[in-house]
Nanobody, 120 residues
């Protein structure tokens, strides 16, 4: 089994910062990509940022220059540093990772989600 566990969400004022973390555990052979998605109320889940095993990154246009994704390939973790937060960033943030298990089964796993609320 594989699990993704997120932490770091909460309430922050506009202009503030938050750091989200996600840790993968279980029968992991290889983690191919790790990323963050978000889903605001009444909207579809959308990509925020993704990083591959080589460290290449991709960001949604709405967060470029404000958010930074990073990963630790030894600890199997991915972080999302969010700066200059806006009310529009309010959403449930989900960790997503493409993982090959020890039995060679490959699947895109999801975390349980963590709420980020940007409000004064």
């Amino acid at each position: 089994q594989v699990q993704l566990v997120e932490s770091g969400g909460g309430l922050v004022q506009p202009g503030g910062s938050l750091r989200l973390s996600c840790a993968a555990s279980g029968s992991i052979r290889r983690i191919n990509f790790m990323g963050w998605y978000r889903q605001a109320a009444g909207k579809e889940r959308a990509l925020v940022a993704v990083i591959n095993s080589g460290g290449s990154t991709n960001y949604a246009d709405s967060v470029k220059g404000r958010f930074t994704i990073s990963r630790d390939n030894v600890k199997n973790t991915v972080d999302l540093q969010m700066n200059s937060l806006k009310p529009d960033d309010t959403a449930v943030y989900y960790c997503n990772a493409g993982i090959t298990r020890l039995d060679y089964f490959t699947y895109a796993y999801w975390g349980q989600g963590t709420q980020v609320t940007v409000s004064s």
